[in-house]
């Protein structure tokens, strides 16, 4: 199934300066807004989003908005990400784990500055396709599984940070579990139009969290497609 179309120097494909658009992107969307972070405005200039989006939405994907990327799910807005990430204050000798794969765009970007990415994806359909444009693109320090979020992938933790793009009504204990002391994760909790992203740090076993942005993010749900 041709869902992402890759090609080659994909830079001026279709005549269109992509970097050129993510050049702005970076300017307007994500600097002018807080983050400051060179290494992760270094990491947002450089993953080519376009690649992670039906080829329909390839003049949209520098635009300030989430992306439709199939099975209902969407692609966050380029600034989500980035403050996201930020958020976590990665080093690059990091293990990070991510939940909600997509289309993949944010554990490319992860991978830009960590030494390791494990990110799981409960559709099948996108889990299989974020590992082809991951792999296409050479982010070799990625592995994708398929499979429930909300159990995390325990088998590699513990892990030094946790980034969450779908949103459960409560942290889920096997992602506090699995947090190294000291690190920290990043996720939306709440209802379906009443979310908060939510920052916690792990100090002497225990979560100190914070409420840091009102969001909206997909439901975190299990493989009957009911919500946690």
């Known amino acids: ?3 992402f179309n890759l090609h080659g120097n994909s830079q001026y494909y279709d005549g269109t300066d ?23 405005l270094k990491a947002m200039l450089k ?51 991510e ?23 409960i559709v099948g359909m996108l889990a299989e396709m974020a590992t082809k444009t991951l792999n296409e693109l050479h982010y070799t320090n990625v592995s994708v599984k398929e499979g429930d ?13 946790i980034i969450v793009t779908c949103a459960p009504n409560q942290v889920p204990e096997p ?11 990043i996720i939306p909790v709440g209802q379906t139009y009443a979310q908060e992203l939510v920052l916690l740090e792990k100090k002497d076993g225990k979560l100190k969290q914070h409420k840091v942005l009102p969001v909206r993010f997909v439901p975190m749900v299990n493989e009957k497609g009911k919500r946690y």
């Open 1 to 3: 199934m041709a869902f």
């Open 18 to 40: 992509y970097r050129k658009l993510r050049g702005v992107m970076v300017d307007r969307q994500i600097r002018s807004r807080g983050v400051t972070d060179d290494r992760v």
């Open 47 to 97: 993953v080519e989003r376009h690649l992670f989006v039906p080829e329909k939405y390839h003049s949209e994907a520098y635009q300030d908005h989430p992306l439709p990327i199939g099975a209902g799910q969407t692609i966050s807005q380029p600034y989500i990400v980035a403050f996201m990430t930020e958020a976590l204050d990665l080093k690059p000798t990091d293990k990070v784990l």
């Open 99 to 121: 939940i909600g794969t997509g289309s993949g765009y944010q554990a490319a970007v992860l991978a830009e500055l960590c030494d390791s990415v494990y990110t799981v994806e």
């Open 149 to 161: 979020g909300y159990e995390g992938w325990p088998e590699n933790a513990p892990y030094d940070a």
């Open 175 to 185: 992602l506090k579990d699995q947090l190294r002391e000291g690190g920290k994760m």
